[in-house]
């Protein structure tokens, strides 16, 4: 197979839509790391298989700590300094540092804190699914993204962390743009919104600081009163909680809306199974339309020699590729295919259920939020697709578009409506 030298270009939406055959390209030939040109004029290496991606996230020479001037920002600039601010996070972080960080996240994400919220899951479903079906009614259509995947998550992550309902719409625009590519945004939106993100967590902060709540954001002021984090990484573990705990969230549950309505079958077969068999949706909806589709950015600390004469010069950039790991066929039979029995048990000793899939990372970053992504996932998908019976898409599927970039994937729209 010839080497894949094509222009990796993030921003095109024909890449954004379909890029699982640049990955199997990747991983055909067979090296545990391929270096790629990117459009922006920089390279990359990008780990595409399986056992590649577990061993690179376990490995302390590749580091989580962005080089400085990372990013292209301009030099002091109210942007750069807004975001070289919120960018002190656990997630951009190495242990000692990232250890001390995340621990003072871990006890509000506990089995118990996490399954305590199912009730409050219910309700705001079934209210964001009543206004979908008066949508319907009233105009015809609705757009699952719009009055479901993203508000659900927003409104579970903000009960969690005290941000109040209003603010929701300004904090989805500011971080839809800072998690895209700067050539698919008009010029200056990034810097705004880098600038604006800063300007809302300084002041929900002081609002903490004056009213604390029982929630997260209230915790960690009085912890960072009490000498625990200073008020840089107070902003970023903010910005980080409510980025990470939303982005991710509406992508997984917009995939999976539209998985099941271009497999109707597999939608029956949820509605027989009860709730073992919507588990097993949400996690073959992670496997296969894995939201993020790349980890964060690593950086190889010290030359690494991967084997297979595959050697990472030190402080090359290094993205492990979710989406690609996920479908790698030396893991998972039929790897391109939307199978959610393949999580289940077969219950005659016949089968194996399949590998655990990467979405939510591995190693010492691994996803602090993925008990409550599956909740939400398993909570909400049945109680949408119960109450709006004979749901269809109103659009053709293949032309729909997908985010952009190498970090958050997952469709922009669903329209759907009731026949
Ligand atoms: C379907 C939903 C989600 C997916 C697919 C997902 C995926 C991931 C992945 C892959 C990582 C590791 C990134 C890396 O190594 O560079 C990660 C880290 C993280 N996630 Fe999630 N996530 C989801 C939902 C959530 C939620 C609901 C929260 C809650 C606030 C959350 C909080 C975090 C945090 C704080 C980290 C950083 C952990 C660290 O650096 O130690 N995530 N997530």
Same mark, same amino acid.
């Given at each position: 197979?010839?080497?894949?030298?094509?222009?990796?270009?993030?921003? =095109? #939406?024909?890449?954004?839509?379909? #890029?699982?055959?640049?990955?199997?390209?990747?991983?055909?030939?067979?090296?545990?790391?391929?270096?790629?040109?990117? *459009?922006?004029?920089?390279?990359? %290496?990008?780990?595409?298989?399986?056992?590649? *991606?577990? $061993?690179?996230?376990?490995?302390?020479?590749?580091?989580?700590? @962005?080089?400085?001037?990372?990013?292209?920002? !301009?030099? =002091?600039? #109210?942007?750069?300094?807004?975001?070289?601010?919120?960018?002190? &996070?656990?997630?951009?972080?190495?242990?000692?540092?990232?250890?001390?960080? !995340?621990?003072?996240?871990? /006890? /509000?994400?506990?089995?118990?804190?996490?399954?305590?919220?199912?009730?409050?899951?219910?309700?705001?479903?079934?209210?964001?699914?009543?206004?979908? /079906?008066?949508?319907?009614?009233?105009?015809?259509?609705?757009?699952?993204?719009?009055?479901?995947?993203?508000?659900?998550?927003?409104?579970?992550?903000?009960?969690?962390?005290?941000?109040?309902?209003? =603010?929701?719409?300004?904090?989805?625009?500011?971080?839809?743009?800072?998690?895209?590519?700067?050539?698919?945004?008009?010029?200056?939106?990034?810097?705004?919104? %880098?600038?604006?993100?800063?300007?809302?967590?300084?002041?929900?902060?002081?609002?903490?600081? !004056?009213?604390?709540?029982?929630?997260?954001?209230?915790?960690?002021?009085?912890?960072?009163?009490?000498?625990?984090?200073?008020?840089?990484?107070?902003? /970023?573990?903010?910005?980080?909680?409510?980025?990470?705990?939303?982005?991710?969230?509406?992508?997984?549950?917009?995939?999976?809306?539209?998985?099941?309505?271009?497999?109707?079958?597999?939608?029956?077969?949820? &509605? +027989?199974?009860?709730? $073992?068999? %919507?588990?097993?949706?949400? $996690?073959?909806?992670?496997?296969?339309?894995?939201?993020? $589709?790349?980890?964060? %950015?690593?950086?190889?600390?010290?030359?690494?020699?991967?084997?297979?004469?595959?050697?990472?010069?030190?402080?090359?950039?290094?993205?492990?590729?979710?989406?690609?790991?996920?479908?790698?066929?030396?893991?998972?039979?039929?790897?391109?295919?939307?199978?959610?029995?393949?999580?289940?048990?077969?219950?005659?000793?016949?089968?194996?259920?399949? *590998?655990?899939?990467?979405?939510?990372?591995?190693?010492? +970053?691994?996803?602090?939020?993925?008990?409550?992504?599956?909740?939400?996932?398993?909570?909400?998908?049945?109680?949408?697709?119960?109450?709006?019976?004979?749901?269809?898409?109103?659009?053709?599927?293949?032309?729909?578009?997908?985010? @952009?970039?190498?970090?958050?994937?997952?469709?922009?729209?669903? #329209?759907?409506?009731?026949?």
């Amino acid at each position: 197979m010839r080497p894949v030298h094509d222009l990796l270009n993030p921003a =095109d #939406p024909g890449f954004a839509r379909d #890029p699982y055959p640049y990955y199997a390209r990747l991983r055909a030939e067979g090296r545990p790391a391929a270096r790629v040109a990117l *459009a922006n004029g920089t390279h990359a %290496w990008l780990v595409t298989g399986y056992r590649q *991606a577990r $061993e690179v996230l376990a490995d302390a020479r590749f580091s989580n700590v @962005p080089p400085s001037g990372a990013g292209r920002p !301009r030099p =002091d600039s #109210p942007a750069q300094r807004a975001r070289a601010c919120l960018a002190r &996070h656990m997630l951009n972080s190495d242990a000692p540092d990232h250890s001390r960080l !995340r621990r003072f996240t871990t /006890a /509000a994400f506990t089995p118990r804190r996490v399954d305590a919220l199912r009730s409050r899951i219910e309700e705001l479903t079934d209210k964001l699914v009543a206004e979908v /079906a008066g949508e319907l009614a009233a105009g015809g259509t609705a757009d699952l993204v719009d009055s479901f995947a993203f508000p659900l998550p927003v409104l579970v992550i903000g009960e969690v962390l005290g941000v109040p309902e209003a =603010d929701r719409a300004d904090l989805r625009a500011w971080t839809y743009r800072v998690g895209s590519p700067a050539d698919a945004l008009a010029a200056g939106e990034a810097d705004e919104a %880098w600038v604006r993100l800063h300007a809302y967590f300084t002041e929900l902060i002081a609002r903490k600081r !004056r009213e604390p709540g029982e929630d997260l954001f209230s915790t960690l002021v009085r912890d960072t009163d009490e000498g625990g984090l200073d008020d840089g990484e107070l902003l /970023a573990m903010a910005f980080l909680l409510l980025f990470a705990g939303y982005e991710t969230t509406m992508n997984l549950l917009a995939s999976a809306s539209l998985l099941l309505l271009t497999h109707p079958g597999e939608l029956a077969a949820a &509605h +027989h199974g009860g709730p $073992e068999r %919507w588990a097993a949706v949400v $996690e073959e909806t992670l496997r296969h339309a894995s939201p993020l $589709e790349g980890t964060t %950015w690593r950086r190889a600390a010290t030359e690494v020699d991967l084997g297979g004469g595959t050697v990472i010069p030190a402080g090359a950039s290094v993205l492990v590729v979710l989406a690609s790991a996920n479908r790698d066929p030396e893991r998972f039979a039929s790897p391109d295919a939307f199978l959610p029995g393949r999580y289940l048990d077969a219950g005659d000793g016949a089968g194996e259920r399949a *590998a655990a899939h990467l979405a939510f990372g591995h190693g010492p +970053h691994f996803c602090l939020g993925s008990r409550l992504a599956r909740l939400e996932g398993a909570v909400a998908l049945p109680r949408l697709f119960s109450a709006l019976r004979g749901l269809e898409l109103a659009a053709d599927p293949s032309g729909l578009p997908y985010r @952009p970039g190498l970090l958050v994937r997952g469709p922009r729209r669903v #329209p759907v409506r009731v026949p």
